[in-house]
């Protein structure tokens, strides 16, 4: 710092005094200024504010002393609070902010990462009951891919989600028993393998290096960071801004210490931030549950399954029948890749450069068709002249920027027709596009299905990208004007939502097409099955030895079927064929049903689940919600209830799948209903969303395998589906005679009615079979 002007002490009216070098009426160069409450500061000034490197003593006897910035905390520094509290590293405007180590008054230590004052990104925290966790961070909560050990040695590694286990994991006990499964908020939700004791268990390599590749960034290495520190603080002082301030002595005395201190730190004590509390303070030996009395067979492992932390299902397999079934998953995961039409369009990262071109031409199109004025869709809108075409060089162009990807041609079909269809999907553009075309990417999603098409899933999870066939985007472009019009007249359609349709062309010729869509299993609760069903029985089932937790099932795999309130019933199949009507309408076949489960346990085992300390807590119900109102009833008695809708109780906003009004109920009285999960949360009940029923088991007995224990035959489920696959036209004879063979129709019947036919036997199919009339 150059020394400016000459040295001087300052007296001002309100109590203030500086002594040190002054620049013309400013503080600048080195100075001490005591303010009239006891908060003093010697360092560095520039034109009037703290800028450089100084220490800072508050009254309540909380001192920092590093770097500043414009009369803020900012660069690298240590701060010391009255009660012990200390943090050393980096500050942006008076908070924490990037590589920084703060032990907590009650001896906790976090390291890691921070921004604006939150933990934010991998950092370590070390409990004082001996608890440590090393993992992702978000929000000042743990979030992603982490690592928590506990005192007696029980280790769990896999995703969090605010501070509970959420999503796949490994629990390793310390006397060598494995369980790997799922979580949700805390809790066993759905499919798992328990290894006891002894037995021979799997490598989880593959399994945490898959995990690894969906939590980049998770590895700390802090003292690299701090070792690069001095480097920072050699260079930051001098590169700061230099601000203009006010001349006057007042404003110095008032703006530099008020505002600058007070509305950003503050005089207080500003260590009284919180505390990370251990989400798993209770004994981790209760989270064995009903596993200590598994027998001491090393050559056996449980397949089991659960509901919020009740067990419902196990079935007893060797090690070598669940080594098997994990090999022949892995093997049908590489056939399925190798099917794909455009495996060998980008080479070997292929995907990459596709979801970064698809990331470049999205920004374009929305950023091109948002400002238009809205205005209603003509019939030049589905015209072939209704297109957007931009090439991307990698070196960037007047219109484009610079990218990391090939260079490759954009074409945007009947954009102002997808930008009304958005907009009447209650769809804001900017939150579409950060969701697509934000700094997180997109992520790739396996596809078992028999197209070849590729997938990819927004971080968010609520939209799907799938590439297209030119049959199928022909089929697309064909029916938009009438599918705008259905979904204009019929807002509880449960037909697909498509928010556009693009193009990629390479400078070889190659084409990629492909459909952005709303995400259905996009949800607030977690899916424990889904199903594609179509109402056929040839060629309709899964082999078990290719199910894995997110595996969508078929016909012949549906052992349930669904009982729900008169009222929504009816305003199901309302819809289903009013929908079935339409794609009858565009000659479409060959349609499915997606269906998704979300699973409750029964209410009077509730007591056995495995809750954390703070689960409890988290989730309890406001008094409003707790609970129910004169008039309401109890439908399904174990567990759901139909409460009457109130709009503020219940979160309202659309979702990519969401768009239609709240249903109404025959069981209280014919009015619009939200449906309460006691201890869980309240939800609206739209059409295909949040729907409840009862689900009753229909597979005969002697047909379950004596090593599988189910424990319960009817459970109250959550329903979520929609229609998908619209995009088969009946148009060959090829195809005429392939579904004459799968679906078993009479080929003296088909020539001319296939279409009909096809929604005449979908619709009684989930008539009779899936959601059939309660007696």
Known sequence: MEDGGSFEEKLFSNGDVYVGKIKGILPHGNGKYTWSDGTVYEGDWVDGKMTGKG???????????????????????????????????????????????KEYPNSDVYEGLWREGIREGSGRYSWNNGNIYVGNWKNGAINGRGVMKWPNGDIFDGSWLNGHRHGSGVYRFADGELYIGTWSKGLK??????????????????????????????????????????????????????????????????????????????????????ICHDSSTKSSQSFKEAQSDAPGNCTKVYEREYMQGVLIMERVRSYSEVSHTNKQQNKFSVKQVKKSTCIDIFGGRRSHFLKLNLQLGIRYTV????????????????????????????????????????????????????????????????????????????????????????FFLSQDDRFVIKTLKKSELKVLLNMLPKYYYHVGHHENTLITKFFGVHRIKLRGGKKVR???????????????????????????????????????????????????????????????????????????????????????????????????????????????????KEGDELILPKGLLLVAHEPGSVNTAPGPHIRGNTLRAYSIGDKEVDLLLPGTARLRVQLGVNMPAQATRKVQKDKVEASEIELFEVYDVVLYMGVIDILQEYNARKKIEHNIKSLQFD?????????????????????????????
């Open 55 to 101: 220490l800072i003593i508050f009254p309540s006897g909380a001192k920092y002393e590093g770097e500043f910035s414009g009369g803020f905390l900012h660069g690298y520094g240590t701060l010391t609070t009255s009660n012990a509290g200390v943090y050393r590293g980096g500050w942006r405007m008076n908070a924490e902010h990037g590589i920084g180590r």
């Open 189 to 274: 939700d759905g499919k798992g393998t328990f290894y006891p004791t002894g037995s021979k268990q799997p490598s989880l390599k593959k399994w945490c290096s898959s995990l690894n590749s969906e939590n980049n960034g998770l590895v700390l290495n802090t003292e690299k960071h701090m070792a690069q520190k001095s480097k920072v603080k050699r260079s930051l002082s001098e590169k700061i801004s230099r601000s203009s301030s006010s001349k006057s002595s007042h404003n110095l005395s008032h703006r530099s210490r008020t505002s600058s201190l007070d509305s950003s730190w503050g005089v207080q004590d500003p260590a009284g931030d919180c």
């Open 367 to 454: 950023g091109k068709i948002t400002p238009v004025p809205a205005r209603d869709v003509r019939s030049s809108d589905f015209g072939e002249r209704a297109r957007i075409r931009m090439y991307f060089p990698k070196e960037g162009s007047q219109l484009t920027p610079p990218h990391s990807s090939i260079d490759f041609y954009w074409k945007d079909y009947c954009p102002m027709v997808f930008r009304n269809l958005r907009e009447m999907f209650k769809l804001d553009a900017a939150e579409y596009m950060m969701s697509i075309c934000g700094d997180c990417g997109l992520r790739d999603i396996s596809s078992p299905g028999k197209s070849g098409s590729i």
């Open 514 to 628: 492909f459909v952005v869509m709303g995400n259905m299993f996009c949800t607030e609760l977690h899916i424990h099955r889904r199903y594609d069903l179509k109402g056929s029985s040839h060629g309709r089932f899964t082999e078990k030895d290719k199910i894995s937790s997110h595996t969508t099932l078929k016909d012949l795999d549906l052992k349930y079927e669904f009982h729900m309130d008169k009222k929504l019933r009816e305003s199901l199949f309302k819809q289903i064929s009013l929908d079935c009507t339409f794609l009858e309408s565009q000659h479409i076949i060959d349609y499915s049903l997606l269906l998704g489960l979300h699973f409750r346990a029964p209410e009077n085992l509730r007591a056995l689940a495995e809750y954390p300390g703070s689960l409890q807590q988290q989730d309890s119900l406001s008094s409003g919600e707790d609970s129910v």
């Open 747 to 775: 080929p003296m019947t088909i020539s001319v009615v296939e279409p009909k036919l096809y929604a005449e036997r979908f619709i009684n199919f989930l008539d009779k079979k899936v959601f059939p009339e309660t007696p």
